[in-house]
């Protein structure tokens, strides 16, 4: 499993204790794996292989799915990929980012550096111009939202009516201002 929080480890851990799994957590602060995968959302779930290479499409998992769990037993225990994981843009390995993601993540960079230093307002309006400047990056806007309203992120479940009404907000406000 890997957590990703732009504001560490501390608020990451309730969550993957939730999970509930056995297994080793990672904490991806600085949204490496994002960055290499391109993966602009979460939760969501990937297979990569030892080298790397990812070899099944990113997508949401459901280890309850007999036929998603009958693939992932198949490529555990026979490294044969299942026919549906095949034909990935770029053979499955990591993408390079294009100028406006590039730009993007050194917001979100900058805006981590900010957090550590207390400067949350500053790592706010970092955040901001990096939404801007990928707007289809889920993973960043979900990081802005968690430090700019912790109560709808880090008190319970989930609450998906506010992020709805806030999408809603940021198409009228903040992705239409500079």
Not at 89 to 101: H, W
Request: aromatic share 8%; proline share 5%; with cysteine.
């Amino acid at each position: 499993m890997i957590a990703q929080d732009a504001q560490g480890a501390e608020l990451a851990r309730p969550w993957v204790e939730k999970a509930g799994g056995t297994y080793r957590a990672l904490l991806d602060q600085y949204n490496f794996i994002g960055k290499a995968y391109n993966l602009k959302y979460v939760p969501v779930g990937i297979a990569v292989d030892e080298t790397g290479r990812l070899v099944r499409p990113v997508g949401s998992v459901n280890i309850q799915d007999a036929e998603f769990l009958a693939d992932l037993k198949e490529w555990a225990e026979t490294d044969g990929i299942a026919k549906r994981w095949c034909g990935l843009p770029g053979g499955g390995l990591p993408q390079p980012m294009n100028p406006g993601e590039k730009q993007a993540d050194d917001h979100f960079q900058v805006a981590i550096a900010l957090l550590q230093e207390g400067k949350k307002q500053e790592a706010i309006a970092r955040l901001k111009k990096a939404v801007r400047l990928d707007p289809q990056n889920w993973l960043m806007r979900k990081q802005l939202w968690a430090i700019d309203a912790p109560e709808a992120f880090y008190a319970g479940e989930v609450n998906y009516d506010w992020q709805e009404a806030r999408k809603e907000a940021e198409a009228k406000e903040l992705l239409k201002s500079e």
